[in-house]
């Protein structure tokens, strides 16, 4: 289905990006893999995937909290790809403390990577999509780009501004074959979920146990984590046809969070 499409997908060495970049290759994309992680671990999930998938598997090491090493990453693909065809804006941090203790570098850290970064891989991704009349734009926001948490400041005004800039983009290109929307999971259980667990206990004077119980999935009226599977097959949908006039949606995926 997505045979002869080229997709980034920036964090994806890990968690949600890392299922959404199977499924693309399973369906038939071309790859860009990028994150941290340790370089052997990383190629043997590059050649892994080239191997089963039969499809071409990069990797791109650029920290998506620096433009510059963007602009080089985009380089790179344009020399080899001419451009990428879908764009999963995935990579992000999180850190838990109230806003008096919250500490700037951490504020600024979130912000360039779960939002400043969308801005420059958009701009650097659309005049190839825009050339070729067809483009995906998939945006990792989160519940928290619809509701708040307490401690999470940075986060929660990262992903709103996610919310705000997928509806900016997507009314840019609309007329162009290019959709632009904005994923919000709910929790989902991956290292960025497992780590925040001792910082919360801290914040909220609870143990990790409470705060698995009583924090993350008192949030989800279904109790449930939702699964890396149920986001990749979302963000799978959005890059077909049949999601074509899906665009500048912000999408809840969250077992009835944001219904509260
Ligand atoms: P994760 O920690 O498993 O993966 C994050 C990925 O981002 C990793 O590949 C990491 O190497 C990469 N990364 C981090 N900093 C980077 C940088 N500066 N440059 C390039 N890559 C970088 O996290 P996850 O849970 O899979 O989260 C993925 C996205 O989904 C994030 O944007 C997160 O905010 C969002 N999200 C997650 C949850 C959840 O419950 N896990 C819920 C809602 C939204």
Not at 27 to 47: K, M, T, V, Y
Not at 157 to 180: D, N, P, R, S
Request: with cysteine.
């Amino acid at each position: 289905m997505l045979a002869g499409k080229t997709a980034l997908i920036t964090g994806s060495t890990s968690g949600i990006g890392l299922g959404i970049a199977e499924l693309f290759a399973k369906d038939g994309a071309n790859i860009i893999l990028n994150g941290f992680g340790d370089p052997s671990d990383i190629e043997l999930l590059r050649s892994g995937m080239e191997e089963k998938y039969g499809v071409k598997v990069r990797f791109q090491g650029a920290d998506v909290s620096k433009a510059a090493e963007i602009e080089a990453m985009f380089g790179a693909i344009e020399g080899e790809f001419g451009g990428i065809d879908i764009l999963v804006n995935n990579a992000g941090i999180q850190y838990v403390a109230p806003i008096d203790e919250f500490p700037p570098a951490k504020w600024d850290a979130i912000i360039a990577i779960n939002l400043s970064a969308s801005f420059h891989t958009i701009r650097h991704a659309l005049p190839t999509m825009k050339k070729r009349h067809w483009g995906r734009i998939i945006q990792l926001a989160s519940a928290h780009a619809l509701v708040a948490s307490p401690f999470k400041s940075a986060y929660v005004a990262a992903k709103h501004g996610i919310a705000g800039l997928t509806k900016t983009v997507a009314l840019e290109v609309a007329e162009q074959g290019i959709t632009v929307n904005a994923i919000c999971p709910g929790y989902v259980w991956t290292p960025l979920v497992e780590k925040q667990v001792p910082e919360t206990a801290k914040a909220r004077g609870i143990s990790e146990e409470e705060v698995i119980k009583n924090v993350l999935l008192a949030a989800q009226p279904t109790k449930q984590f939702v699964t890396v599977e149920q986001i990749a097959a979302l963000a799978g949908f959005l890059t077909s046809e049949a999601a074509a006039s899906i665009t500048g949606s912000i999408l809840p995926i969250d077992g009835g969070w944001t219904a509260h």
